[in-house]
């Protein structure tokens, strides 16, 4: 009969497994895991889903809510005119793009302020000539350390702050218990970076225009519809299947009126005059196979794309996004979401191959055409984050104010402890909804659904480790490596396997499998629990050293035009100072008492 505790070791382990992989999705992963354990009897069946009614998943949904409530009342978009006074030096403005996306994540979702504050480092970097590669990671690992210095900043806090209240019989952390450990680890890193960090990262080719990073105006050719040729009266989808080249049609001229974007049904006419994307090889077999004719005309460009209502901008892949291991022609982007794709890139690069039938991943940034109305909805249903061309939503300053309010009501409810966390931020989101911060629509589109999954999933796993003696194995074998060493020793030992855990799984679920690790550490030595477990949230938050530990990271990726080795030639001394900074804190603020 084999122990229960080895079961475990095996389903997690196959589980890091698939996790690393990367292959599936880690909320299936992680639910696979809680069903086979359910299976063989480890977690009881009336337990199993108990986990997705678990504070920890409330309260990160509700933040998720409160997040996009803080992004739609125009909060950023004012602090961004604030930082559009600041014009005369430009390693200035890059230091104030970093310290505030680290504040604006102590309180909003992390991710989410970093997709605030993208597009505006973008813009700066084009607009004075630099590669956007030396600001974007700063601000990912800025959107990282800002979360460490509250409860709400990151789900790992949250997890370890009611993981307290459930497993030793005291107050969860408080909403500021995290902030004199985490505002000291954040101060120190943020100083790192802006002062010497940045200078590590590798400078990668910039990307100053869609146009440069695109070559767009090198593959923009006039051709005309001759009489009597065949194509005459057919429509725009039969016409771009013709061939498989990469022949995008992108634009029409019919009596000296230019047409930007077209419909898949559109019918072209004798003497039409097409623009098309293609390089020289496919628009030859285009033009023999059709018949149609190069057009006398002068040099077109990316202008020839755009008019009034149709618009040419980059985007973004995001993590979870629907395009994730789709093709432009699988998912029938023209016809169904009436957009173009007219590039994409890949790590600071331009995929020669066809657009089309590209497999995306995330932090491939898409060049896409389509109407200026339309298209913004399109790619948050589908899951992109555009570069630039934002419209700021200034908002009305009462309407800001009342945002603000509702806000810091739910964070003093919650501080002065007469309400839970997730009691409290779930009134105050259901708030902004009744006060229209957040339509019907955002409410459940701001929800991060796979981080949902994957926490009710895990909950249940982390407690078969604790309840099947596999958690106090692992911490009686820590506290055997550490032997009589004092304690900070033994914490640093915590901290960094749980950095290198984060830096290859979701950094709620290196939160979860050692939560209990460390808890029973403390038991071991008969220390205080409270400053293992604060070296668990500390940890979890610090996945500095590759592009899979943290959406973050991955969202910058590919706008960055960083490769995978690139991420640790800053994190790696960045990871180093938050250990020997984290550890002196913990034991200052949270004794071992020992």
Known sequence: MIADHIVVFFSLAAALAFFVWGRWRYDLVALLALLFLTTVGIVPGD??????????????AAVLILSRALMNSGLVDFIVRLMGKINSRQYLQFVVLVAAVTICSAFMNNIGALALFMPIGIRMSRKNNFSSSMVLM???????????????????????????????????????????????????????????????????KGQPSPEDLFEIDNYLTEVYVPKGTKYAGKRLFELGCATDGDVIVVGLVRNKKKLPFLSPYRVFEEEDHIIIKANAEDLKEFLDVTGLKLAESDKLSSDDLRSEDITVTEAVVTNNSALEGQTARSLNLRSIYGINLLGISREGARLQSRPDRIRFRPGDVLLLQGRSDALKEVMSTLGCLPLLQRGLNLGKPPRLVLCLAVFFTALGITAAGVLP?????????????????????????????????????????????????????????????????????????????????????????????????????????????????MTVAVGASCAFLTPIGHQSNTLVMGPGGYHFSDYWRMGLPLTILIVLVAIPLIVLFWPTGL
Not at 448 to 474: F, H, R, Y
């Open 421 to 533: 966390i997730q009691v409290a931020f779930s009134l105050a989101a259901a708030l902004m909804v009744l006060l229209g911060f957040v339509t019907f629509r955002e409410l459940y589109e701001s929800i991060d659904w796979p981080v949902i999954v994957l926490l009710g999933a895990m909950i249940p796993v982390s407690n078969a480790l604790e309840t099947t003696g596999g958690a106090s194995l692992i911490g009686d074998a820590l506290y055997n490596f550490a032997g009589e060493h004092a304690s900070w020793f033994t914490l640093g030992l915590i901290m960094v396997l749980t950095i290198l855990l984060s830096n290859v799984v979701n950094n709620a679920a290196a939160a979860l499998l050692m939560a209990p690790v460390a808890l029973n550490v403390a038991s071991g030595v008969g220390a205080s629990a409270d400053p293992f477990l």
């Open 138 to 204: 700063p601000l990912a690992f800025g959107s990282l350390l800002g979360g460490l210095m509250t409860q709400i900043g990151t789900p790992p806090n949250i997890i370890i702050s009611l993981f307290r209240e459930e497993t030793i019989t005291a107050k969860p952390f408080g909403m500021f218990d995290f902030t004199p450990v985490g505002l000291g680890v954040a101060l120190v890193g943020i100083i790192f970076i802006v002062s010497f960090g940045w200078r590590l990262i590798p400078t990668r």
């Open 47 to 60: 337990e199993a889903f108990y986990g997705f009614g678990h504070p920890a998943v409330i309260t990160v």
